[in-house]
């Protein structure tokens, strides 16, 4: 039920650290906890820095990480309540484990400009979302060349999730994948193998649309489909101390 008292509402900033070229988490993540101010009284805005990237190629993503402290330092400067990455596969094609080195960088630079800001990174939410639905096996499906899929599937396994299937749609061009129509998910997901999956991760790029197609593949599936916007939102959620719900988003939010 909506409350109508806006007196009691709690404003909180979210802070995005945003690829040059990523047009949707700056709609899915805002859509989302609009959708929960719906139900409960908390209120959000919503604030970005972006870091330069067109192309989604190990170089180009090497060099944007290198952009992310300046990032931080900017949204600390806006005393958000907490800032995470928006972008996934930057962080996991760095190496195993390293949205903890991510995460550590982004406290001390938040503490060196006098923020007390929360911090996270896509990449380790997917991860936190995972475990929180209890998934020990799934499928999923990335825009990325085939050799960056890999590298994400080998990521997630060596999180203690093993990977069953993958599709790769082999996008290079970042604005390309956020242009594509989230529906077409819902056939394209057929092809996965899901049988014996806790779990599936209908867009594990931040950049592919997902959100409409969320609670319906999940219905058609019979299984928790999520993805990684989905996953962010749940540990932010998490770290505010916020009852983690939001409907029509699938079980993670349910």
Do not use: W
């Amino acid at each position: 039920m909506a409350n109508p008292d806006h007196r009691l509402s709690r404003l909180l900033r979210i802070g995005q650290i945003v690829p040059s070229s990523n047009t949707t988490m700056e709609t899915e993540i805002p859509a989302m906890l609009r959708a929960r101010e719906q139900h409960f009284p908390e209120r959000f805005t919503f604030h970005s820095s972006r870091m330069r990237m067109q192309k989604v190629s190990a170089e180009e993503l090497a060099a944007m990480n290198k952009e992310g402290l300046r990032c931080a330092a900017e949204l600390a400067d806006a005393r958000v309540d907490l800032m995470s990455t928006a972008c996934l596969v930057a962080i996991m094609a760095q190496g195993l484990g390293y949205h903890r080195q991510v995460e550590e960088d982004f406290k001390r630079v938040a503490a060196e400009n006098g923020a007390r800001s929360k911090v996270m990174t896509s990449a380790g939410a997917l991860i936190y979302g995972l475990k929180k639905l209890g998934a020990k096996k799934i499928s999923l499906m990335a825009p990325y060349m085939r050799p960056l899929t890999d590298k994400v599937a080998a990521y997630i396994e060596n999180e203690g999730i093993e990977v069953l299937d993958r599709i790769s749609f082999e996008i290079p061009d970042n604005l390309e994948v956020g242009r594509r129509d989230p529906m077409r998910l819902l056939d394209e997901v057929k092809r996965l193998k899901i049988a014996n999956a806790d779990a599936v991760v209908l867009s594990v790029c931040v950049q592919l649309q997902s959100l409409p197609a969320i609670q319906a593949a999940e219905k058609m599936l019979g299984v928790p489909v999520t993805s990684t916007s989905v996953c962010t939102v749940r540990n932010m959620l998490d770290l505010l101390e916020l009852e983690p719900r939001v409907p029509n988003c699938g079980a993670l939010l349910a």
